[in-house]
């Protein structure tokens, strides 16, 4: 089983981590192309994996295709490689708003085709994937791909139409959460902590609770509710957040992100 990767990005690199420290393969199994001969390099002294000089080397040797280039250089990678690739592989995407349907009209054939939203915490082990397929992969095929896709994190199945959602709350949620560590942080600094120990409190806090309401299963309102004492500290910064917006402004950032996505 050789699986390939057509772009060495971040993400990419996170996967093949996440691949090699599981022992799904072995290194001599992942092949990968890349923009740049720096990039290639890179990678190959990193993982010890092979690279390879064009896509169309990686597409004809790879069992498993990886597509994880950029949405607007898709058409052109799929041109490269339209004609060494056929139903006995199995492609899996990685880029956003790109639908099944799409893809399979710009290779101009039938294939066996997956749909990943993951996101950049797979750089760290804790990614959360989104996955779609269609109706030529098999539940093997599948639960291969989930295996890949759980070597870095979780990864939960749902219906294509609901993709563009999981990339506009898990694909690009970490940037909402990342400034909001951020607002917490200066807010600590004002405060008078030094900013070392305000991104640590900030950063742990957010980690802390996250893990509660996935162990918990609680209610997030619940969990609020816990910490909100009658007439104390906290209702009162929640009363503030809700006069400034703060639950209005993240659901419209969401919304805007969806229709861009429909876009690309």
């Keep these: 089983m050789v699986i ?11 996967m093949i981590g996440g691949i090699l420290d599981k022992n799904i393969v072995s290194a001599d199994d992942i092949i990968g192309s890349a923009k740049t001969k720096e990039t290639c390099e890179y990678v190959e002294q990193k993982f010890r994996i092979q690279t390879k000089e064009c896509n169309k080397e990686v597409a004809k040797e790879a069992d498993v295709i990886i597509l994880a280039v950029k949405p607007q250089f898709f058409s052109q990678v799929i041109a490269e490689i339209r004609d060494d690739v056929d139903e006995s592989k199995l492609v899996i995407s990685i880029a956003a708003g790109k639908t099944i349907g799409w893809i399979e009209e710009t290779f101009e054939k039938k294939l066996k085709l997956i749909r990943v939203m993951p996101n950049t915490p797979a750089l760290v082990g804790m990614g959360c994937s989104g996955v779609c397929r269609n109706e030529r992969v098999s539940d093997e095929d599948l639960l291969f791909a989930l295996r890949l896709l759980k070597s870095f994190g979780s990864a939960s199945v749902v219906t294509e139409n609901l993709m563009d959602v999981v990339g506009a709350v898990s694909g690009s949620g970490p940037a909402y959460v990342f400034m909001f560590i ?21 950063a742990q806090t957010l980690m802390g609770s996250a893990k509660m309401v996935l162990e918990t299963g609680k209610h997030p309102g619940e969990l609020k509710d816990m910490v909100c004492s009658p007439g104390g500290t906290t209702i009162a910064a929640v009363r503030t957040l809700e006069e400034k917006g703060m639950r209005g402004a993240v659901m419209d950032a969401v919304k805007a992100c969806i229709d861009k996505t429909k876009k690309l």
């Design 4 to 14: 390939g990767f057509i772009g060495l990005g971040n993400m990419a690199k996170a």
């Design 182 to 202: 951020e607002a917490l942080a200066d807010a600590a600094v004002e405060g008078g902590m030094p900013r070392k120990d305000a991104y640590y409190f900030a």
